[in-house]
């Protein structure tokens, strides 16, 4: 299925239609199974959109039946600046009437193969056979300037068959260890939404968007859902390069 590309003229209307798909897509998920699976991103993208999900969306959400997972988690322990679960918290799952049990975080103070093999064995408790892990619905991703998405970085050992990798790479001045979610986690899931911002990536959103397919340089490109679809969430900035043909603007 061909992504579906909207561009917003900033970072605060595409939060704003990100934080409606989360509204959306709980009531529809709640309606039909009586829960929420939602897989959370990390990264400085992300933000604006936890909290208008903690103030402007929190009555729209039945934040009891909402089960909180993330795609991929750095290697520090929550108070640390570079924990994807740390920010979450403080900007939004402290906000909201969430059940703790409902908040299904990577471990980030374990070493890497210990947090993974514990976030294994959370996935695995949710897992929708015949899959041995569960069908979100809905996962959040953004992507680098080097075109990894959640800790799949360029040039990354890809390990298809476990669904949960530690991974070490070195990005920015991020935490190297890392765990994530493997793509057929991913590509599983009923819907995934990219956010994307900023002017660095995109030479990189061009690359992967095209027909060119080179998934070991740009990782990102291995997430296409088996029969969700994908939704990229993308400002002008970062759309610049993009054929004109296929997006969507939005005026919202
Ligand atoms: C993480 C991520 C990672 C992130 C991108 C984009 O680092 O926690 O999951 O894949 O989404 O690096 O990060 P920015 O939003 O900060 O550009």
């Not at 750095?74 to 939004?92: E, H, I, M, N, W």
Request: hydrophobic fraction near 40%.
């Amino acid at each position: 299925m061909k992504p579906e590309i909207r561009v917003f003229n900033d970072l605060e209307n595409l939060s704003r239609a990100a934080a409606n798909l989360f509204t959306a897509q709980a009531a529809e998920s709640i309606t039909k199974r009586d829960r929420f699976l939602v897989a959370l991103n990390g990264g400085n993208t992300p933000m604006r959109l936890f909290r208008l999900l903690a103030t402007d969306h929190r009555d729209q959400v039945d934040w009891k039946r909402v089960h909180v997972f993330w795609g991929d988690e750095r290697c520090v322990p929550p108070d640390d600046a570079g924990s994807s679960y740390g920010q979450a918290r403080d900007a939004l799952l402290s906000r909201v009437p969430i059940p703790d049990s409902n908040i299904h975080r990577i471990i980030g103070e374990l070493a890497p193969v210990e947090a993974s093999g514990n976030y294994s064995l959370t996935v695995r408790r949710f897992a929708s056979p015949p899959l041995e892990w569960p069908r979100f619905d809905l996962v959040y991703l953004g992507m680098g300037e080097d075109g990894h998405t959640a800790s799949l970085f360029p040039g990354s050992p890809v390990e298809e068959a476990a669904p949960v990798i530690p991974v070490t790479a070195h990005y920015q001045y991020r935490p190297a260890n890392r765990v994530t979610l493997t793509p057929a986690v991913f590509n599983s899931a009923r819907r995934v939404v990219f956010m994307v911002t900023g002017a660095k990536k995109a030479v990189t959103l061009a690359e992967v968007l095209s027909d060119r397919y080179n998934p070991g340089q740009y990782p990102a490109q291995r997430i296409n859902p088996n029969d969700g679809g994908s939704i990229w969430l993308v400002d002008e900035e970062a759309a610049s390069k993009l054929p004109k043909k296929n997006i969507r603007n939005e005026e919202e």
